[in-house]
């Protein structure tokens, strides 16, 4: 009887993480087209900010997994490394394309923010339901 509720526990939980992936996939998605429609003259800069910024936060919740799992008394040091391997990224791929014309506008600002807040808030719920 332990053996089937456990394996009916673990096939809940993995659910209940599938749901939370989909959901935050959802409001990723629905915030980029969003995003496209208030701003269709920087589409293609849309798509690669989400991308990046997408691409950003898998790599931050692979390296904090692989922390919480192997690494638990580097784990501070392997959150300032995502946070650090992020500012790279923004100074190198971002902060020159809003700086190319001398201005950082509210619109490019949030073509930049508002898919790293995203990515951040997936990341953070993720790790507190994969990790409770």
Do not use: C, W
Not at 1 to 20: P, S, T, V, W
Not at 43 to 59: D, H, P, Q, R, T
Not at 103 to 131: C, D, H, M, Q
Request: net charge positive; charged share 15%; glycine share 4%.
């Amino acid at each position: 009887m332990d053996d089937i509720q456990a394996e009916q526990n673990f096939l809940g939980l993995k659910m209940k993480r599938i749901l939370y992936i989909l959901l935050l996939l959802i409001v990723f998605l629905g915030a980029f087209e969003l995003h496209i429609i208030f701003l269709p003259q920087a589409k293609e800069f849309l798509v690669k900010s989400y991308f990046i910024n997408a691409l950003m936060a898998l790599i931050a919740l692979a390296l904090l997994t692989y922390g919480i799992k192997n690494k638990k008394s580097n784990l501070a040091l392997i959150y300032i490394l995502t946070i650090a391997l992020k500012l790279i990224v923004y100074f190198f791929f971002f902060y020159p394309q809003f700086k190319s014309d001398g201005v950082i506008i509210r619109k490019e600002f949030f073509t930049f923010f508002i898919p790293y807040s995203l990515g951040l808030l997936a990341e953070i719920t993720l790790l507190v339901n994969r990790f409770k």
